[in-house]
């Protein structure tokens, strides 16, 4: 079975610019979530989504907007990037709820 | 004070030492998280429990609900295992700042 990928893996943007990024799950796995990773922050949390709609939401500014599609696929959205914009975004699918996370390589965005 | 904490944050043993990652949360839980992320970034989810004790190869991972604590043990450590662990709690995954580990030859 395929594991979760992520495209695209690395992506350079300048400052004001938006940038899409896709999921593509494990087949069968319904749920999504979206995750930041920088130095200074550690792994934060964007949100989830099952069966296309978000269950959950971190703390992040409404410039972070994401959506999945009828076959799980998921987009996040960022909006005006700013410079501490620049991080590793991880999505990770899983079954459903208590289910183990399934965690894709990840999209490095650099924004100059 | 952060909700999740882990500690130590980084951890120096030797090949074949029995090593303990432990992990305090301050909030209700539905389930707690072990999660292990490699150079480069790659992230394996390695357990995820709400009780009790859960074993899988040389890694075992305990939760004591009452007092809010999990820990993470690894036995016969070998250089192999040289990463960051994570504790994650929670379906919105409020993570940890991570514990370096790195095992020696």
């Known amino acids: 079975k395929a594991g979760v990928t992520q495209t695209p893996r690395y992506l350079i943007k300048t400052r004001g610019q938006q940038v899409t990024l896709s999921c593509s799950p494990i087949s069968g796995h319904r749920s999504v979530s979206w995750y930041q990773q920088t130095p200074g922050q550690g792994l934060q949390f964007l949100f989830e989504?099952?069966?296309?709609?978000?269950?959950n939401k971190g703390n992040f500014p409404g410039r972070f907007s994401g959506r999945q599609f009828s076959n799980s696929r998921s987009e996040m959205n960022v909006s005006t990037l700013e410079l501490g914009d620049s991080a590793l975004y991880l999505c990770?699918?899983?079954?459903?709820?208590?289910?183990?996370?399934?965690f894709g390589p990840g999209t490095r965005l650099l924004v100059l | 004070k952060n909700e999740v904490e882990q500690s130590p944050q980084n951890l120096t043993a030797q090949e074949g030492e029995f090593i303990t990652i432990n992990c305090s949360y301050s909030v209700g839980i539905s389930a707690l998280h072990w999660l292990q992320q490699h150079p480069g970034g790659g992230i394996v989810s390695l357990f995820m429990l709400s009780s009790g004790k859960k074993k899988h190869g040389r890694l075992i991972a305990t939760i004591n609900i009452q007092e809010k604590h999990s820990s993470l043990h690894i036995t016969a450590s070998h250089p192999r295992d040289s990463a960051v662990y994570i504790c994650a709690v929670n379906n919105d995954m409020r993570f940890g700042a991570g514990t370096r580990l790195t095992v020696k030859p």
């Open positions: 989504y099952f069966s296309e709609t978000q269950r």
């Open positions: 990770a699918s899983s079954l459903g709820d208590k289910e183990t996370q399934y």
